[in-house]
């Protein structure tokens, strides 16, 4: 299992996530959440995830094999505002 961390105050909507990963979309502030339906082609095995939202962060938990998307994301966005970690002892 992986944890995806938006720090929704570092984020400033610049979106380089979203090419990324397709589970990352603009929320209604213009500030990157996570939604994990709106992958158009989710691949086989892939997890819904548990999202928590609060007013700083969103957080994903998902088991699947889209870590790479996910630190693709975090690579890419220019404030650091994303975070990919495996969660201890689950995989
Ligand atoms: S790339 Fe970073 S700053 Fe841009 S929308 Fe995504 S999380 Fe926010």
Same mark, same amino acid.
């Given at each position: 299992?992986?944890?995806? $961390?938006? !720090?929704?105050?570092?984020? +400033? %909507? @610049?979106?380089?996530?979203? *090419?990324? /990963?397709?589970?990352? #979309? =603009? /929320?209604?502030? %213009?500030?990157? *959440?996570?939604?994990? !339906?709106? /992958?158009?082609?989710?691949? /086989?095995?892939?997890? +819904?995830?548990?999202?928590?939202? $609060?007013?700083? $962060?969103?957080?994903?938990?998902? +088991?699947?094999?889209? #870590?790479?998307?996910? =630190?693709?994301?975090? +690579?890419?966005?220019?404030? !650091?505002?994303? $975070?990919? =970690? !495996? @969660?201890? %002892?689950?995989?």
């Amino acid at each position: 299992m992986y944890r995806v $961390t938006i !720090d929704r105050d570092a984020c +400033d %909507g @610049v979106f380089a996530c979203l *090419t990324r /990963d397709p589970r990352f #979309v =603009e /929320d209604s502030d %213009g500030i990157a *959440t996570l939604d994990p !339906d709106a /992958d158009p082609a989710p691949p /086989d095995g892939s997890d +819904d995830g548990a999202i928590e939202r $609060t007013a700083e $962060t969103v957080i994903g938990a998902f +088991d699947d094999e889209r #870590v790479q998307d996910a =630190e693709a994301a975090a +690579d890419a966005c220019p404030f !650091d505002a994303i $975070t990919v =970690e !495996d @969660v201890e %002892g689950s995989r």
